[in-house]
């Protein structure tokens, strides 16, 4: 340190070296944490928003997802409720009505059919009820989906369920940029939004850039992302399988298949527009889900081409790639052969291009 | 002096007989001057549930809350008959459940609580969504399906909304939660306002009305869950539908009081020893008031294969809620038959021009069909029945 002033004061001009890194700064958040901090800012931001739900104050969360929220803010505004979906949906609907901005969580989606009445017939129908004059802002959020290990009760998917109701958005994040963007995007939505995360990304990170760091990043929902670009065949899908798209993708290239991989990220309002110019482009449509095949998403998307102008487009019939049309096993060979894995995208893909 | 007057208005009565149409004359020549402008009544006292004292056994009514709400519980009455014929008509179709026989409960809660107070309330609901404010004319025409309908005739009977007012349910007991939600945004927002939650005998044994007690209890929402006991639940008895019929104690831990709902007295001074309740921070509440209604479940049933018609006949002579209250008024000076008669006609005219603007109203435009999905958003497309149908959606 002495010699260091010394040298300073000794007067002499000197250039110093500055190494120059890559100025934008890139940081690396897990979904869990991505979700935590997005609603950490919007709690923040309005105080009429406040979260509720079995867990979510003293707990830190049943899957730490509001970890340290609860000793921020308190008691008023994130609520331990009793094991009562019924009564804590409806609950959260009226304060919603009384113009408040509740985040309402269910442990897992699969709680939500005790309350499915009040997110349905009280949340999403009541503003076309009532012809516009009262307003829903609410967000309903939780775990969906297969988790690992769980079985049956605890493993359904409810993307198409609630994708069925006019008047809910329904919104299915992948990584951490969708988990962020769009739970901003939903508690600042006027609508009911269902909100659909999955419990085995929440401990995957993913890299944000600063500009999605800052605390108006919002997603829009009803657009879909093109994560990969493609010329030879289109994957869609939402939340998890996005993920397993992308690594089949990475298989595919290496024998000479490009597949353009559409990240939905909104399961309704539906992006059929990027969908549409992604087969156009193509020529070909896998889609992949983690839920059951029967009246499921995919069902839904394979109609819409089927009904629009991608049809004459397609070189080949669309297909799907679902979750076996069972419940969910236990015993860990069962479960792993009742969920799409990468091999069975692969696999759908070659048929389609007839390999 | 009151004989002299009465005997100069019956001069001038008949001697107007003869004469042409041109002139007109006062009937009745009593001034305001003679009537008494208050009275104290008597009520019923309430049995109490987990309460040391309750409302008070005495009521005071002023003529002009007398008149009030003569003419509040009138006008529920003749929009609800009215409903009636226009249903009989095929005027109004699909469900139609009607309030008579059970004002008394709607006009006595209004009276007691303040229009930035909350409610909410399950299908019955043309009673209420009057005495929220709605007039008649929108009511009817929502029940007639057109555009001026107060949910622009997109809602029907059980889905009309006002400031303060959360309809109208169609899910029996959905609206309980929803209740206890509302009277949380009160809590949240320190407004000091209550949320008056109804639900009828059938609805009481709802679980989801349980949830919403143990929730309320915990939190001390500023909540008043009133049970309105219309003895039926559908064609279901209490007796044959509750394990319990004492539905003001149903709420075990929260305080309650059974309330005489055809008296609307009663259930104002209940409702305000309610909200003070409530206000005071001490918590929720449960009310039981006992009620009847003359008609049926709903207009497709016609109310006599479960209960008799001499049952109904004996609780309107004996016990009907308007009748009550005129009573009261004549007997205590504070209004007169004649007075009251030209109510009956004004309310008369109001809804024959409200049955009038609901039959005439043109239906909602097809432009309308796909509004309302979504609130604060840009227009978007809907999906018509087939492909090639592109319907537009604004909000």
Same mark, same amino acid.
């Given at each position: 340190?002495?010699?260091?002033?010394?040298?300073?004061?000794?007067?002499?001009?000197?250039?110093?070296?500055?190494?120059? !890194?890559?100025?934008?700064? @890139?940081?690396?958040?897990?979904?869990?944490?991505?979700?935590?901090?997005?609603?950490?800012?919007?709690?923040?931001?309005?105080? =009429?928003?406040? /979260?509720?739900?079995?867990?979510?104050?003293?707990?830190?969360?049943?899957?730490?997802?509001?970890?340290? /929220?609860?000793?921020?803010?308190?008691?008023?505004?994130?609520?331990?409720?009793?094991?009562?979906?019924?009564?804590?949906?409806?609950?959260?609907?009226?304060?919603?009505?009384?113009? +408040? =901005?509740?985040?309402?969580?269910?442990?897992?989606?699969?709680?939500?059919?005790?309350?499915?009445?009040?997110?349905?017939?009280?949340?999403?129908?009541?503003?076309?009820?009532?012809?516009?004059?009262?307003?829903?802002?609410?967000?309903?959020?939780?775990?969906?989906?297969?988790?690992?290990?769980?079985?049956?009760?605890?493993?359904?998917?409810?993307?198409?369920?609630?994708?069925?109701?006019?008047?809910?958005?329904?919104?299915?994040?992948?990584?951490?940029?969708?988990?962020?963007?769009?739970?901003?995007?939903?508690? =600042?939505?006027?609508?009911?939004?269902?909100?659909?995360?999955?419990?085995?990304?929440?401990?995957?990170?993913?890299?944000?850039?600063?500009?999605?760091?800052?605390?108006?990043?919002?997603?829009?929902?009803?657009?879909?992302?093109?994560? =990969?670009?493609? !010329?030879?065949?289109? /994957?869609?899908?939402?939340?998890?399988?996005?993920?397993?798209? /992308? *690594?089949?993708?990475?298989?595919?290239?290496?024998?000479?298949?490009?597949?353009?991989?559409?990240?939905?990220?909104?399961?309704?309002?539906?992006d059929v527009d990027t969908i549409e110019a992604s087969v156009m482009k193509t020529g070909n449509l896998v889609t992949v889900e983690g839920g059951w095949p029967q009246y499921g998403v995919g069902a839904e998307i394979?109609?819409?081409?089927?009904?629009?102008?991608?049809?004459?487009?397609? *070189?080949?019939?669309?297909?799907?790639?679902?979750?076996?049309?069972?419940?969910?096993?236990?015993?860990?060979? +069962?479960?792993?052969?009742? @969920?799409?894995?990468?091999?069975?995208?692969?696999?759908?893909?070659?048929?389609?291009?007839?390999? | 002096?009151?004989?002299?007057?009465?005997?100069?208005?019956?001069?001038?009565?008949?001697?107007?007989?003869?004469?042409? &149409?041109? $002139?007109?004359? &006062?009937?009745?020549?009593?001034?305001?001057?003679?009537?008494?402008?208050?009275?104290?009544?008597?009520?019923? %006292?309430?049995?109490?549930?987990?309460?040391?004292?309750?409302?008070?056994?005495?009521?005071?009514? $002023?003529?002009?809350?007398?008149?009030?709400?003569?003419?509040?519980?009138?006008?529920?009455?003749?929009?609800?008959? %009215?409903?009636?014929?226009?249903?009989?008509?095929?005027?109004?179709?699909?469900?139609?459940?009607?309030?008579?026989?059970?004002?008394?409960?709607?006009?006595?809660?209004?009276?007691?609580?303040?229009?930035?107070?909350?409610?909410?309330?399950?299908y019955r609901a043309h009673g209420y969504t009057f005495t929220r404010g709605v007039a008649v004319r929108e009511i009817l025409a929502e029940l007639t399906g057109r555009r001026g309908g107060v949910a622009k005739g997109?809602?029907?009977?059980?889905?009309?909304?006002?400031?303060?007012?959360?309809?109208?349910?169609?899910? &029996?007991?959905?609206?309980?939660?929803?209740?206890?939600?509302?009277?949380?945004?009160?809590?949240?927002?320190?407004?000091?306002?209550?949320?008056?939650?109804?639900?009828?005998?059938?609805?009481?044994?709802?679980?989801?009305?349980?949830?919403?007690?143990?929730?309320?209890?915990?939190?001390?929402?500023?909540?008043?869950?009133?049970?309105?006991?219309?003895?039926?639940?559908?064609?279901?008895?209490?007796?044959?539908?509750?394990?319990?019929?004492?539905?003001?104690?149903?709420?075990?831990?929260?305080?309650?009081?059974?309330?005489?709902?055809?008296?609307?007295?009663?259930?104002?001074?209940a409702i305000r020893f309610a909200a003070d309740y409530c206000r005071a921070g001490k918590g929720p509440i449960v009310m039981e008031l006992e009620t009847y209604r003359y008609h049926g479940h709903s207009m497709s049933?016609?109310?006599?294969?479960?209960?008799?018609?001499?049952?109904?006949?004996?609780?309107?002579? %004996?016990?009907?809620?308007?009748?009550?209250?005129?009573?009261?008024?004549?007997?205590?000076?504070?209004?007169?038959?004649?007075?009251?008669?030209?109510?009956?006609?004004?309310?008369?005219?109001?809804?024959?021009?409200?049955?009038?603007?609901?039959?005439?109203?043109?239906?909602?435009?097809?432009?309308?069909?796909?509004?309302?999905?979504?609130?604060?958003?840009?227009?978007?497309?809907?999906?018509? $029945?087939?492909?090639?149908?592109?319907?537009?959606? &604004?909000?």
């Amino acid at each position: 340190m002495a010699s260091l002033r010394s040298f300073l004061r000794s007067g002499k001009t000197f250039v110093i070296l500055f190494v120059v !890194t890559s100025c934008a700064s @890139v940081f690396q958040v897990n979904v869990r944490d991505a979700l935590n901090q997005a609603m950490d800012e919007e709690l923040e931001r309005d105080e =009429r928003v406040f /979260l509720l739900g079995e867990e979510v104050a003293q707990y830190d969360g049943a899957y730490k997802v509001s970890r340290g /929220l609860w000793k921020k803010y308190g008691d008023k505004r994130i609520i331990d409720t009793p094991i009562t979906e019924m009564g804590f949906a409806g609950i959260a609907v009226g304060a919603a009505f009384a113009g +408040l =901005r509740p985040i309402c969580e269910f442990m897992t989606w699969n709680f939500s059919m005790q309350a499915i009445d009040q997110v349905i017939n009280s949340a999403a129908k009541t503003y076309y009820m009532s012809a516009g004059f009262q307003t829903v802002p609410i967000v309903f959020r939780g775990p969906n989906g297969s988790s690992a290990g769980v079985a049956a009760q605890h493993s359904q998917c409810f993307a198409a369920w609630y994708g069925h109701c006019p008047g809910l958005k329904v919104v299915s994040p992948w990584n951490s940029e969708d988990a962020r963007g769009l739970l901003k995007a939903a508690i =600042r939505d006027d609508n009911p939004v269902v909100f659909l995360e999955n419990e085995m990304m929440y401990g995957v990170p993913f890299e944000l850039s600063e500009e999605m760091m800052h605390k108006d990043f919002v997603i829009p929902i009803g657009k879909a992302k093109v994560e =990969r670009q493609g !010329t030879h065949i289109t /994957l869609v899908s939402h939340s998890r399988c996005v993920g397993f798209c /992308l *690594d089949a993708a990475a298989v595919l290239a290496k024998e000479g298949v490009e597949c353009e991989v559409v990240n939905l990220r909104t399961i309704r309002p539906l992006d059929v527009d990027t969908i549409e110019a992604s087969v156009m482009k193509t020529g070909n449509l896998v889609t992949v889900e983690g839920g059951w095949p029967q009246y499921g998403v995919g069902a839904e998307i394979c109609a819409r081409i089927m009904e629009g102008p991608a049809f004459n487009y397609l *070189d080949a019939p669309a297909v799907r790639v679902t979750g076996v049309d069972i419940p969910m096993p236990y015993a860990k060979i +069962l479960e792993d052969h009742s @969920v799409p894995q990468i091999k069975d995208i692969i696999f759908s893909v070659k048929k389609v291009l007839n390999m | 002096m009151q004989n002299m007057l009465t005997l100069i208005s019956n001069v001038f009565r008949l001697g107007n007989a003869s004469k042409n &149409v041109g $002139t007109r004359m &006062v009937v009745s020549a009593r001034s305001f001057a003679d009537f008494t402008p208050q009275a104290s009544f008597p009520i019923k %006292k309430c049995d109490l549930h987990r309460l040391e004292e309750g409302p008070s056994d005495e009521a005071l009514l $002023t003529r002009e809350q007398g008149l009030q709400y003569y003419r509040t519980m009138q006008t529920v009455r003749r929009m609800e008959l %009215k409903a009636d014929q226009l249903y009989k008509q095929k005027i109004i179709r699909g469900f139609c459940h009607l309030y008579d026989g059970q004002e008394a409960c709607a006009m006595g809660i209004e009276a007691g609580i303040n229009p930035t107070d909350h409610l909410i309330t399950a299908y019955r609901a043309h009673g209420y969504t009057f005495t929220r404010g709605v007039a008649v004319r929108e009511i009817l025409a929502e029940l007639t399906g057109r555009r001026g309908g107060v949910a622009k005739g997109k809602g029907g009977s059980m889905h009309m909304y006002a400031k303060n007012f959360y309809g109208g349910n169609g899910i &029996v007991g959905a609206q309980v939660p929803l209740g206890a939600g509302v009277a949380l945004a009160c809590q949240y927002q320190g407004n000091n306002q209550v949320c008056v939650t109804l639900y009828g005998d059938g609805a009481a044994n709802q679980g989801q009305i349980f949830e919403s007690f143990n929730m309320a209890a915990l939190w001390k929402l500023p909540c008043i869950f009133i049970c309105e006991n219309n003895k039926f639940g559908m064609g279901t008895s209490v007796e044959r539908s509750s394990a319990s019929t004492d539905y003001y104690k149903r709420g075990d831990y929260i305080p309650g009081l059974k309330v005489d709902g055809m008296d609307v007295l009663c259930v104002r001074e209940a409702i305000r020893f309610a909200a003070d309740y409530c206000r005071a921070g001490k918590g929720p509440i449960v009310m039981e008031l006992e009620t009847y209604r003359y008609h049926g479940h709903s207009m497709s049933d016609p109310g006599v294969s479960y209960r008799t018609r001499e049952e109904i006949q004996e609780v309107r002579t %004996k016990n009907d809620p308007i009748s009550m209250l005129k009573e009261r008024m004549l007997s205590n000076n504070m209004s007169s038959v004649e007075e009251l008669k030209e109510i009956d006609l004004e309310i008369r005219k109001v809804i024959e021009d409200a049955a009038q603007y609901a039959i005439s109203d043109p239906e909602p435009s097809l432009d309308e069909l796909c509004n309302h999905i979504y609130a604060r958003d840009p227009p978007m497309e809907v999906r018509g $029945t087939n492909p090639w149908v592109k319907l537009k959606s &604004v909000s």
